[in-house]
């Protein structure tokens, strides 16, 4: 199964769009884009329980980060480009970018830069595969650590930039490990 498409007028099929493009293409609000490999990918909003998990992630990581000013959390709607000619622009359900990292003026269209950790909360017309895509995306862009929270399965994995990977259950905690020092959340408090 290969990721939702759209047709965008004026643009033929075998178009590819830019990053700066798509920055100024107006579609519906309520539809989540992104652009891979200059290939415009339109999908449906995730759902309640993806929203709401997503919600609840995002905001103990933004407490946690801004506890400890450890630096800049972004929600869903941020895209970073991270590929150019042709352009890639992925927008990860939570972001966050270390202190260190943070520019001083923000740019106004996506930055050219990938998070430190991206957490993708599967929606109900995930994908493994583009699943995974995502993640072989995010890591060859410079992402540290990558979680995929799976509320149906109540079950996360973790992607790490050395290649190791962990599955965690019920029972277990996302751990920020070096990348968001001293986070910890109980994947059974996502629910």
Do not use: Q
């Amino acid at each position: 199964m290969s990721a939702p498409r759209v047709y965008v007028p004026g643009m033929s099929e075998s178009a590819l769009m830019t990053a700066e493009e798509l920055l100024r293409l107006r579609l519906p609000g309520d539809k989540r884009t992104e652009l891979i490999r200059g290939r415009l990918v339109v999908r449906d909003p995730g759902g309640a329980r993806h929203g709401a998990v997503a919600m609840r992630l995002g905001y103990r990581i933004a407490a946690h980060v801004d506890a400890h000013d450890l630096g800049r959390v972004y929600a869903a709607e941020t895209g970073f480009k991270i590929e150019s000619d042709p352009d890639t622009v992925r927008a990860p359900d939570v972001s966050f970018i270390a202190k260190a990292r943070v520019p001083a003026i923000e740019p106004l269209g996506y930055p050219s830069w990938a998070p430190d950790l991206a957490v993708e909360v599967l929606a109900h017309d995930d994908h493994p595969a583009n699943t995974l895509e995502k993640v072989a995306h995010w890591l060859r862009a410079g992402v540290r650590f990558v979680w995929v929270v799976d509320s149906d399965k109540r079950t996360a994995r973790v992607y790490r930039a050395d290649g190791s990977e962990s599955l965690l259950g019920t029972s277990d905690a996302l751990d920020g490990e070096d990348v968001l020092p001293g986070f910890r959340c109980p994947l059974a408090d996502l629910w």
